[in-house]
């Protein structure tokens, strides 16, 4: 069965400090996708990133990079000089390749970034 | 742009009611997905339809059903609702093309009284 583990129930950081976000994850697919969403307090999720699992290139897009590595079964988000526009709920999920693409998601980490 | 739509941001039931949760997506999309949004648990997947009138269970399907009688429109159902339904629902939709992730509507918070 596939599982994500977020730990960090809640972070509380001040702003332009950088921060970072961990997954951990669990599957027995030798091929699957990774994903970071982010639900701002209007609710919706908004989609930040997707890692297929041949790629272990790290990513950076700005302020965000993501941290994935295969050997340990991480796929880490650090926003480099937070804002306070980035406080939300943060998730981390993973699906199949094949079919539906069904997604299962961590617990979340809310962020909460102070001015 | 895609747009994933809830017919309602906030409902409030009574116990033993139907309920009613409709989710419409404007991309001609195949796959749609209801999940609920609870504190400490994360988005847990309740069904998901793969076209018109088809449908799967996804991992806590129980006390729900769905129907998908257009391609648009992806309904989740509570036969008898039960105060541990109360929870933020969360519809998605996305193009079966395997590059492709999922958009997510607003979420309809449901309370059962």
């Known amino acids: 069965a596939q599982k994500v583990t977020q730990a960090q129930t809640e972070i509380s950081v001040v702003e332009k400090e950088d921060v970072t976000l961990d997954c951990v994850y669990e599957?027995?697919?030798?091929?699957?996708?990774l994903f970071w969403y982010k639900q701002p307090p209007s609710g919706e999720l908004v989609f930040l990133i997707r890692?297929?699992?041949?790629?272990?290139q790290n990513e950076i897009s700005g302020r965000y990079s993501w941290n994935f590595q295969k050997s340990t079964s991480s796929f880490n988000f650090t926003i480099t000089a937070s804002q306070v526009v980035d406080s939300a709920v943060y998730f981390c999920?993973?699906?199949?390749?094949?079919?539906?693409?069904?997604?299962?998601f961590g617990q979340g980490t809310r962020l909460t970034i102070n001015p | 742009d895609v747009k994933v739509t809830q017919s309602s941001r906030y409902l409030v039931k009574r116990t033993g009611e139907k309920v009613f949760l409709e989710c419409v997506q404007d991309?001609?999309?195949?796959?749609m997905f209801w999940y609920r949004q609870d504190p400490g648990l994360g988005l847990r997947l309740i069904y998901f339809?793969?076209?018109?009138?088809?449908?799967e269970k996804g991992d806590i399907p129980e006390g729900y059903s769905v129907s998908r009688e257009k391609k648009e429109r992806f309904s989740l159902i509570l036969e008898s609702a039960s105060t541990n339904q109360t929870s933020m629902y969360l519809c998605?939709?996305?193009?079966?093309?395997?590059?492709?992730?999922?958009?997510f509507g607003p979420g309809t918070r449901l309370t059962v009284l």
């Open positions: 599957t027995r697919d030798t091929t699957y996708y």
């Open positions: 998605a939709s996305r193009d079966r093309d395997y590059n492709n992730e999922q958009f």
């Open positions: 339809s793969y076209d018109v009138k088809m449908k």
């Open positions: 890692r297929n699992s041949f790629d272990e």
């Open positions: 999920a993973l699906s199949e390749i094949q079919g539906a693409q069904k997604l299962v």
């Open positions: 991309m001609d999309h195949e796959n």
